[in-house]
């Protein structure tokens, strides 16, 4: 027979337990979106005062070009396509889109060539495929997931990835192709501000002495120039996929954020889906990418997430600076930047395209 002492206390300890506060209940997880519910988001890179004095015609085309990239991605999936193939058919467009330092229209290295770089991840199996340091592949993210699918590598780089780009027959080009005068004048600016000489044009390129006035393009410098998507097809599976020409004005050699898993691309149907641009150094150390998608396996939302790692982590490390695109489960897409603008936009199964330029 029990004591009254200690069935009080018994009865003590059971009231507590029922007035314990709502906080410090489980976090929520997030609920899966309904099957059918697609989801998509693009970013074309971000960057801070050039947003300021952003022309109208400028802040169109950017506007027009993200239309573009944001439909051959929803196109995809309006299909029942799947996530894989509708990032890689949203970053290819931005790819051939000179206005974006990715593929066509890439940054230079201070030796004059393009050094691009790529990444593709697979939510429903976490396989992965990146690229880095490769000069002649006109999408360097087809060139990726070809080395996620063909190879049992997740990262190829240099002479040795563009010799695989071409033993696949993946399309390559001559660097004339790669080539923007709006890119070359922006590196000029660089390496004179630096005060490096400025190596020669590359080979197959118009002389400068043949474009004077009007003919110059203008420059809309945003310092970092990455795109990416994130997706959710039908089936409930996320994919990502980062492409990137890199800083200008790198040592030949540099590599960022973007070709490395969990530091500027990510996805795990476990969690969401995370592209990245920004500061990559940043980025790598943080293993940017990857702490997004733990946050929301620990519980918090993808927007909590994506907004602790970029406006409280990446700003505590002084230069940090960047943005990310980020899917859930929740097939809700969701964004943040602690920098002035980022080009981006989004569309849900259902729902108009939603376009961000300023």
Not at 30 to 48: C, R, T, V
Not at 107 to 132: C, W, Y
Not at 190 to 209: E, F, W
Request: glycine content about 10%; hydrophobic content about 45%; some cysteine.
């Amino acid at each position: 027979m029990h004591s009254p002492g200690r069935m009080a206390l018994f009865f003590l300890l059971a009231s507590f337990a029922f007035l314990r506060p709502a906080s410090a209940a489980a976090p929520a997880v997030q609920a899966d979106a309904p099957a059918g519910s697609w989801a998509i988001a693009i970013h074309g890179g971000a960057g801070e005062d050039e947003w300021l004095h952003m022309a109208p015609a400028t802040a169109a085309a950017y506007h027009a070009s993200l239309a573009r990239a944001l439909a051959a991605g929803a196109s995809v999936l309006q299909r029942n396509g799947e996530a894989l193939d509708a990032v890689q058919a949203a970053v290819q467009v931005l790819e051939d889109d000179p206005l974006f330092n990715a593929g066509r229209g890439s940054a230079f290295a201070a030796d004059g060539t393009n050094e691009m770089d790529a990444a593709i991840m697979d939510g429903s199996n976490l396989q992965a495929g990146a690229v880095a340091a490769v000069h002649f592949t006109r999408h360097p993210i087809a060139l990726a997931r070809t080395v996620m699918e063909r190879t049992p590598y997740v990262l190829m780089v240099g002479a040795g990835a563009d010799a695989f780009a071409r033993e696949q027959h993946i399309q390559q080009e001559p660097p004339a192709f790669f080539f923007t005068e709006m890119r070359w004048q922006e590196f000029a600016t660089i390496m004179r501000a630096s005060h490096r000489p400025m190596p020669p044009r590359p080979r197959g390129v118009p002389p400068a002495a043949s474009l004077t006035g009007s003919a110059l393009p203008p420059i809309f410098s945003h310092r970092f120039g990455t795109v990416g998507a994130v997706a959710r097809d039908n089936a409930g599976h996320l994919a990502a996929a980062t492409s990137t020409g890199g800083m200008q004005g790198k040592l030949p050699g540099r590599v960022g954020d973007s070709p490395l898993i969990g530091a500027g691309t990510y996805a795990s149907d476990r969690s969401c889906a995370v592209s990245g641009t920004g500061v990559g150094e940043y980025f790598i150390r943080l293993t940017l990418a990857r702490q997004v998608c733990t946050l929301v396996e620990e519980g918090r939302t993808p927007q909590q997430a994506a907004d602790q790692m970029i406006h409280t982590e990446l700003p505590s490390l002084k230069g940090g600076e960047g943005g990310v695109i980020v899917l859930g489960l929740d097939g809700v897409p969701v964004w943040s930047s602690n920098t002035l603008g980022m080009f981006r936009a989004r569309q849900q199964a259902g729902q108009p395209p939603e376009i961000h330029v300023q």
